[in-house]
C-alpha cells in the first residue's frame, strides 16, 4: 500500500481549497450489497420503489433541495436502465432538472473504493463535492452544513470531509442492528478523532481506543447513537487518497478509520455534523425498507410524502388515518382499506377484501376476498380472489393464481406467476431467473458486509442466472413461472428482524445503553418479553397490521401527537388543545385519552431510562411537568383508578415497566393527581391481576402499598390518642 502525505485530485494541486463556487455531487446508484436478491437481479436497487416512487427520485429531491448543480452518477451494473430512466425523467430537462447530469458507467467497480479511484481518474471533480447513495431518502437541509464545511476549509485546508450524521437512539430501527458504527468526537471542534465499526455478528463487542487519543484532546465524546445515511462533503483530496490506497474499498471501515488511524502521516481531518432535526435515512436492506417506508406513510419525511406529489404523475390524496389514494381506484362496497395504507391509480380492489398497512402500486387487479397485511405490492400485480399476503413484496407484473399464500417475509420477484392454492412461506424468495450455477463459485460474491461491502448483487446479472419462461411445479404450482431463490450467504437479522418503534425516537439527548439494574425483571424475562412482542409484530420485515378499527386509528394519533408534545416540550395549554380537538373530531371516549395517555407517558418515561436516567428521576421529569394536562382527562376517583389500570397495563410489556409503575405511581400519589382511596381501590380490583405479566410487573409497587396502609393505621392510632386524651380533660 502506498501512502503520501500531500493526496491532490480533481486537477488541484496539494493542499489548494478550490474557490470553485459550482455544487456538485456524486450519486453511488449501486449498493455495492447482496440484500435485496432476487430482484435486484432484474433492476438496480435505485430504481425499485419506495412507497411507489423510485428510490433514486427522492436522492435527486434531496440533492435539488440542497442546490445542487451538477450530478454524477456513478453505475456498475444495470447502467441501461438507470440511463434510460433518467434520460426520460424531469431531471434530464434544462428547465426541471440539474445544469449537468451525467452517468458514469464502470461495468468493472464493484465497491465505493473502485467508483471513488475510477472518479480521481477521470479527473471530473472541481471542488467539494457531495457523496450519497442512489437510496436515500431525507428532508434535511444542508445549506448550512455546506457553510459551516466551507468555513472549516478555508480556515484549515486539511479538512478534507465533513459527515453529516443523524442523532437518534441505539436501537432506532433505521439503524443497521449487524454492524455499528462508534465515533469518537471532540466536542468543541466537532472533529472525529477515532472511528471503529463493531461486528454484531462476531465475538469482539468493543472496541480500542489509542491512549495517545486522550494526551491530543481535553475532552472526548464517544457516540454510538448516530444513525449514518453515508451523506458526506468531500474535498477533491478525498477521491485522490482512494487511489493512493488501493486497500481503500469502504467508505468508513476502510478509508475513515484508516486516514483516522494514520492521521501523523496524511495530517488530513475529518468532521462530523450532527443534526438533530429533520428525517435522514437510508434504504440499505429489507427491514430499513419496511421501516423507511412506514415512516413516509406517517409523514416524518414531510415535504416528501404521497399527497404533497413532489413527484412527476401523483396525485394522491390524504384521508383519515394516513391513508393515500390516487384517481381511479376501483374500490369494491364490501372491501375495507385499514389505515396505514397507499394505493396507486388505476388499481381495482375486489368485495370483502380487508387491505391495511400496506402499500399497492399501479394498475394492480385486486381480486375479492383478499387479504393484503403488511406488504408491498408494487405495479401491474393481479392477486386472483382468495389470496393471502401477509408481510411480502410482490414485485412488478406477477401473479398470485386464486386462493395463494404469500407470507412470512416472502419475496415474489418480477414476472412470477404463482399456479392456484400455491403456499409461499418461510421467507423463501421467487424469481423467473434460474440459476446456471452455484452461488458460491462466483468469484463477485463476497460476505455481506455494511453499506459499502464488496459484495454485489446488481453486479451479477449475467453469468450466474438465466432467464426462464418455465417454472419449478414444487414451488410455484403446476404451470406456474419461477424458481426457488436459493442464496449461499442466509439473510443476517438485521434484514429481516423488525423493531416495531413507536412514534419519534430522534429527539433523545445523551443515548447510552439502558440500566439494567432498574428493571424488576430478570433477564429471562426480558427475554421472554421481547420474543413475545416480536411474536406479536409477526416477527417479519413488515409488520404486521390486523383488522385495525377506527378506535385504534386515533390511539395512535393520540399517542403520537402527546409523544411529540412531551418530547418536544410543547406547552401544556397546546398539548391539551391538540388533544382534546382530537378527542372532539373523533367523538372519542375520556377512557381513551386516558388510555393514549397512558402510553405515552410510559413510553417517554422508559426512553428517559433508556439514556441512563434513573426510573425516579425520569418519572418527576415527566409527571412534574406534565401532570396538570391529566388533570384535564381525570375527573373523578374511579377515571384515577382507571388511569392506574392503564398504567400498569402499558408498563406490563416493558422490561423496566415494574420499576416505572411504581415509580409512576409515587408521583401521581404525591402530586395528589392520584388519591389514597383510588391506589387501594385499583390494587384490589380484579383487573390489576387479570394475567401473569400484570401480576409480575405491580411485585414493586408492593412496598408502597404497605406503606400507605401503614400509615393510615399509624394516622388512625394518632386520631385515638387525641381524642382520648381529649375525654379525660
Known sequence: MSKKSNASGGGKKGGEVDQDTTLQAVVLADSFQNRFRPLTLEKPRCLLTLANVPLIEYTFEFLALAGVEDVYVFCSAHSDQIDEYIRNSKW?????????????????????????????????????????????????????????????????????????????????????????????????????????????????????????????????????DLIDCYVDICSPDVPALFTENFDYQQIRRHFVHGILQDWELYGKTIHCHIATKHYAARVRSLRTYDAVTKDIISRWTYPLCPDSNTFDGQNYQYQRGNIYKEDNVVLGRSCVINPQTIIGGETSIGDGTHVGNSVIGKNCKIGKNVTIEGSYIWDSVVVEDGCVVRDSIVACNATLGAGSQVEQSAIVSFDVKLAP????????????????????????????????????????????????????????????????????????????????????????????????????????????????????????????????????????????????????????????????????????????????????????????????????????????????????????????????????????????????????????YELDTIEEDAINKWWADSKSTSTPEMVKVRAATQPFITWLAEAEEDEDEEEEDEDEDGDSE
Open 92 to 224: 434530464s430537462s434544462p428547465v426541471t432538472g440539474f445544469r449537468k447530469l451525467q452517468i458514469i458507467v464502470s461495468p468493472n467497480s464493484s465497491s465505493v473504493g473502485d467508483a471513488m479511484r475510477e472518479l480521481d481518474a477521470k479527473q471530473l471533480i472541481t471542488a467539494d463535492f457531495l457523496l450519497v447513495s442512489g437510496d436515500i431518502v431525507s428532508n434535511l437541509p444542508l445549506e448550512p452544513i455546506l457553510q459551516e464545511h466551507r468555513l472549516r476549509r478555508q480556515a484549515d485546508k486539511n479538512a478534507i470531509m465533513t459527515m453529516i450524521l443523524r442523532q437518534a437512539a441505539p436501537s432506532h430501527r433505521t439503524k443497521s442492528k449487524e454492524e455499528e458504527g462508534v465515533f469518537i468526537v471532540e466536542p468543541e471542534t466537532s472533529r472525529c478523532v477515532y472511528y471503529e465499526e463493531i461486528d454484531r455478528k462476531s465475538k469482539k463487542q468493543y472496541i480500542s481506543i489509542p491512549p495517545e487519543l486522550f494526551k491530543r484532546h481535553k475532552s472526548l465524546e464517544v457516540r454510538n
Open 421 to 668: 392454492k400455491t403456499i409461499i412461506n418461510g421467507r423463501k424468495r421467487i424469481t423467473t431467473y434460474k440459476r446456471s450455477r452455484q452461488l458460491n463459485n462466483n468469484s463477485d460474491d463476497t460476505d455481506d458486509e455494511d453499506e459499502d461491502g464488496d459484495g454485489d448483487d446488481e453486479a451479477e446479472d449475467s453469468s450466474d442466472e438465466t432467464e426462464s419462461t418455465g417454472g419449478d411445479e414444487a414451488t410455484v404450482g403446476a404451470g406456474g413461472k419461477g424458481y426457488l431463490y436459493i442464496d449461499s450467504d442466509p439473510e443476517d437479522s438485521d434484514e429481516v428482524k423488525i423493531i416495531d418503534c413507536l412514534g419519534p425516537i430522534y429527539e433523545l439527548e445523551d443515548l447510552d445503553l439502558s440500566d439494567e439494574s432498574i428493571s424488576v425483571f430478570s433477564s429471562d424475562d426480558e427475554s421472554r418479553l421481547k420474543k413475545k412482542k416480536v411474536r406479536r409484530t409477526s416477527g417479519s420485515f413488515a409488520t404486521s397490521a390486523s383488522e385495525e378499527t377506527d378506535e385504534d386509528a386515533w390511539h395512535k394519533e393520540a399517542v403520537l401527537s402527546l409523544r411529540t408534545a412531551l418530547e418536544k416540550n410543547h406547552p401544556v395549554e397546546v398539548a391539551g388543545l391538540e388533544i382534546n380537538s382530537l378527542r372532539m373530531a373523533n367523538d372519542a371516549s375520556w377512557h381513551q385519552v386516558r388510555r393514549a395517555s397512558a402510553s405515552a407517558y410510559v413510553a417517554r418515561i422508559d426512553d428517559l431510562v433508556e439514556q441512563k436516567s434513573t426510573a425516579a428521576v425520569a418519572c418527576g421529569q415527566v409527571l412534574t411537568r406534565w401532570a396538570p394536562l391529566l388533570g384535564r382527562m381525570i375527573h373523578d376517583r374511579e377515571d384515577q383508578t382507571d388511569f392506574l389500570n392503564l398504567i400498569q397495563k402499558e408498563c406490563s410489556v416493558r422490561a423496566r415497566g415494574g420499576a416505572i409503575l411504581l415509580h409512576m405511581t409515587q408521583k401521581l
